[in-house]
């Protein structure tokens, strides 16, 4: 049982480059959550959703764009990276209604 | 906008003291409430959970105060070790439990 998985562990992007961050989950969780942490800060959502089919936006969701591929997979898009989404990203997920989310182990991204 | 908060961004203990963590919220509509550790390097991980319809929870060495009259939650450790060291998050659940919003975290450092 893996839990909540995330790929790339790392990655450095040039300014203005794109890519797309893995997750996935093994739980059958009906929610899933995209969350970044900056240094000394709490974590920010970024996007979530609640269930198959349907996202809506977080804290923070400019500059990013997510795909609720199925049920297992969820995955957050850096259309034009910028120095400003350096950051530690966290990919989360849950049943939902009063029950804790999982966290994956971060994917730490620098944009230089 | 409306958010979690902590008191003291450090707490430094000796082990074997017992710790308090403090966090405030100001979402009167929020019905849950977790408490995550988070080690350096690591996703946050689930400690306990409190809804609203209760005062208090226990669990191993952990007990969760919920004060909704003042807004209050509190997480204590009893007989804290080293390897409690880390920083602790509260999170408030919204929206029905359609996301989680984290407070800024508290870093625990546990003295030998």
């Known amino acids: 049982n893996a839990g909540v998985t995330q790929t790339p562990k790392f990655q450095v992007l040039k300014t203005g480059q794109s890519m797309t961050l893995q997750c996935a989950q093994d739980?059958?969780?009906?929610?899933m959550y995209w969350y970044r942490q900056d240094p000394g800060m709490g974590l920010r959502l970024i996007y979530y959703s609640a269930s198959e089919g349907t996202t809506d936006k977080g804290e923070v969701p400019n500059g990013y764009n997510v795909s609720r591929l199925n049920k297992r997979e969820f995955s957050l898009r850096l259309e034009s990276a910028a120095p400003s989404q350096t950051s530690v990203y966290f990919c989360?997920?849950?049943?939902?209604?009063?029950?804790?989310?999982?966290f994956g182990q971060g994917t730490r991204l620098t944009v230089v | 906008g409306e958010s979690v908060g902590l008191h003291l961004p450090t707490l430094s203990v000796q082990e074997g003291d017992n710790s308090i963590i403090n966090c405030a919220y100001s979402n009167s509509a929020s019905d849950y409430f977790i408490w995550y550790k988070q080690e350096s390097g690591k996703g946050p991980q689930f400690i306990i959970d409190i809804r609203s319809n209760m005062d208090k929870r226990q669990g191993q060495r952990v007990t969760v105060l919920l004060n909704k009259t003042v807004k209050h939650l509190s997480l204590q450790i009893a007989a804290t070790q080293p390897g409690d060291s880390a920083v602790y998050f509260c999170a408030e659940n919204i929206d029905r439990g359609s996301r989680l919003t984290f407070g800024e975290g508290t870093q625990l450092t546990v003295n030998p």
């Open positions: 989360a997920s849950g049943q939902g209604l009063n029950t804790e989310a999982f």
């Open positions: 739980m059958n969780h009906n929610s």
